[in-house]
Nanobody, 120 residues
């Protein structure tokens, strides 16, 4: 079993900042891609940002320059620093990770989701 536990969501005013964290646990993990998605009410989950083991990041255009994704490979943890938040960033944010567990079994797992609400 691979578990992802998120933290850091909450309520913030427009222009403010939040930092999301997601810790991944499991047996003998080798994590390739870590990332964050978000889901607006009544919409499908959409990509926010991803980061590779080597630290190469990719962003959805609307968050580029405002959000920064990073990871600590020693802690199997991914972060999302969100600055200059806008009301349209209000959503449930999910972390995701893909790789191998126990050296041989592919996994792709999701966190439980954390609510981010930006007030105007």
């Amino acid at each position: 079993q691979v578990q992802l536990v998120e933290s850091g969501g909450g309520l913030v005013q427009a222009g403010g900042s939040l930092r999301l964290s997601c810790a991944v646990s499991g047996s003998r993990l080798s994590i390739n891609i870590m990332g964050w998605y978000r889901q607006f009410p009544g919409k499908q989950r959409e990509l926010v940002a991803t980061v590779t083991t080597g630290g190469i990041a990719d962003y959805e255009p609307s968050v580029k320059g405002r959000f920064t994704i990073s990871r600590d490979n020693a802690k199997n943890t991914v972060y999302l620093q969100m600055n200059n938040l806008k009301p349209e960033d209000t959503a449930v944010y999910y972390c995701t990770a893909r790789g191998l567990r126990d050296g041989m079994f592919n996994f792709g797992s999701w966190g439980q989701g954390t609510q981010v609400t930006v007030s105007s």
